[in-house]
Structure formats: structure tokens, C-alpha cells
Nanobody, 122 residues
């Protein structure tokens, strides 16, 4: 069973930055994407960003375009989310997930991490 472990969450100020990491215990699929989702209390889980590991192609939610950057280390089966210009609305639990293809639909992600909390304070 593939395990995904997130790290790097914490407290940041408005306008600040944080970098999240997510390491997979093994390569989830022969070709795969890893993505980030987030969920704030009382809200639906929402897509943040995803990257295809073989091509490097990316998808971003409109709400984070220009502020967040997703990247990957193929050798380490690790995905990163560099978050800048943070806003209070970015406060949420952030979850990484692995899918067979690049998609923003959470139902297509087969493996999920337990999440890491990001809190942005003013």
C-alpha cells in the first residue's frame, strides 16, 4: 500500500510563504500525478494544484495561480507546494494525493496523505 506523508505546514503571516512536501513510500503507478487539495472547516475539499511526474505538466486552481508553485523530485517520489503571498483564505488542511493522470477531480486520486495544517494569520 502506497503511503503519502505530508510535511511543512504551520503558521504564516499574511503575505508570507510556506513550503509543503509530500513523499510517497514508493512509486504509486508507472505514470502518475501528485496533487494538493485543501479543506477548511465547514467547507468542501477543493483542488489546489497537480503535477504529472513524467512530463512536468501542471494544473492550478484559479485561486492560487501566480502565488503557488508545484514541483516534483522524481527520484524521491516527492511533490512540493511552494506557497507565497499567503492570504487568510489559504488557511486549511492541505492533503496530497496520487492519481494515474493529471486531473483536478478528487475522485480520480487513489492514494491520500493524512494532511498538514496551514494557518495564515493577520
Amino acid at each position: 500500500q502506497v503511503q503519502l506523508v505530508e510535511s511543512g505546514g504551520g503558521l504564516a503571516q499574511v503575505g508570507g510563504s510556506l513550503r509543503l512536501s509530500c513523499a510517497a513510500s514508493e512509486r504509486p503507478f508507472s505514470n502518475y500525478a501528485m496533487g494538493w487539495f485543501r479543506q477548511a472547516p465547514g467547507k468542501e475539499r477543493e483542488f489546489v494544484a497537480s503535477i504529472m511526474f513524467d512530463t512536468g505538466h501542471t494544473l492550478y486552481a484559479d485561486s492560487v495561480k501566480g502565488r503557488f508553485t508545484i514541483s516534483r523530485d522524481n527520484a524521491k517520489n516527492t511533490v512540493y507546494l511552494q506557497m507565497s503571498s499567503l492570504k487568510p483564505d489559504d488557511t486549511a488542511g492541505y492533503y496530497c494525493a496520487a492519481a494515474r493522470g493529471l486531473t483536478l477531480v478528487d475522485a480520480f486520486y487513489d492514494y491520500w496523505g493524512l494532511g498538514t495544517q496551514v494557518t495564515v494569520s493577520s
